[in-house]
């Protein structure tokens, strides 16, 4: 039963949330409530009342604390999971991805290193979902057919969702090739409508035909935002897409995560991407890319000039990879020009060889504001010369080292820093003064290594997020409350707001630009 008095339960979530911030074990709270449109929040609107309580806004604003809602909840289950599977490793049954986490396992981390890219990469594949029934999905499709702007924040239908900034979120509505044309059909006509959020909806090649009509018909939407995320998207269907999107003149977002593109999806993009003159944030993560899709694709980003946000995490990349990249920063500085200046590739395979080539690359390039290499196999050889030529780069604010949340479940390693890895970044982050968010989480550093690296953040005034926090270590509650503190100093400094205010809604456009807020779902963990 769900303890519905909403000051119990707002202050055990509120616990929780402050033993997640400090990297202590929080409970299952999280579990117990419901998520926002969940059948319990429709039928009492518990985490409607949950969520204004929990982050209070002006009424016309709610939607904002619905959607920090959803990623607290999310946030404090994976923590929860976390602990779960950290519990799991002193069974017999031992994951040895998780296991290669844990600090003096280096032998297994290196035995691992030889494995085969898992089939989770090379064929990706989207989360299971079953098509809705039509009459679930016809409220929308009917309101949506009038053409008109929405008349509150969100506008929650049995199925869908329609916001006030021109959202339309259909995220795990799962229309499936079945009603995309319905949804299509209900949105052309409708000027109101920008952002076309669709993860999760199976639509496969057929949909990625009835969604191209969008980008190519003059009459239809100024569509700027298409989510697309694990819609079982192959070579054939994207080619459609990238079509219509060569000449279009409205689109400045394309998430396409965890849809089977390959080589052949993945070069219909990067050809597009010659040709198209708007898009500035492009997500390619886990779309079975590999090494060869990394060579069309940079090759054709150097006849680009407006990308600027690139996304290609769990793509099996390799120092092979690394090196078409770091072509095109070395070209980029040749001609003096601004290119991408975010650039997103954790789980993937670059080592010490790969980073160090795109380091070297990036050197003094004015533009890099982004930059995650989390979950890479990179070790310290590779770690000092990264290190070192980051603190070329007078715009970086963002610097992601660590471990990302799905590398063991894809099979893929962590970076490790024993040794002397705590020493170059507590000496990077002595000397750096531009980057604000700074993650190493589980990178297998020394004991005593946070204690130099909490040390060191007491002569820093720029870093406003660091995540420390190393696999089934825990630090004394003295360091972990100095690292607080001081991080709380700086963000009052900084930017004048608390660190809750800084978590919930400053942090994501730091590490992602504020494009980040258009694809906000309250279906889905949102980034």
Known sequence: MIDSNLETLVSQIREDERRLSVGEPVGQIAFDVPRINSGEDKRSGLGRKLARQLFPTADADR???YIAYGRLLSQLRSAYRSQVAEFNTDKQDIDPYRQARMLGNRAIFEQLLSAPISDAILNPQPMPV????YDELEPFFSHMQKGEAACQPCQAFVRGAYYDDGRIDMCKQVVGDRYIGNLVESIRYNPHVEHFLLGNNIVGDDGASAIATLARADYTPCIKTYYLAGNCLTEKGVAKLAKALKSDRHAQSLWLKRNPLKLGGVTQIA????QNS?????????????DEGVKVLFASLKKNHTLRRLYIDANGISEVGARYI???FTHLKAENRQGLTGLFMAINRLGDAGATLIANAIEGYPHLQQLDLSSNRIQNTGLKTLLEQCNTLPNLVYLGIGLYKSTSDLQELPNYFDGTGAD???N???SNETVQILGFRDTNL???GAELIAAALAENQTLLELKYEQFRSHLPKAIEQRIHSQLAHNIRSNLGISVQEFQHCVKREIMHSNCIRFIDSIYRNTM
Do not use: C
């Open 428 to 430: 990077f982050i002595r």
């Open 446 to 448: 020394r004991a005593g």
């Open 271 to 274: 050809q597009m991407l010659e």
């Open 326 to 328: 770091a072509d095109y």
């Open 63 to 65: 939607v904002g604390s």
């Open 130 to 133: 079953d098509i809705a029934p």
């Open 278 to 290: 708007n898009i500035e944030t492009l997500d390619l993560v886990n779309v079975g890319m590999l």
């Open 424 to 426: 170059f970044i507590a």
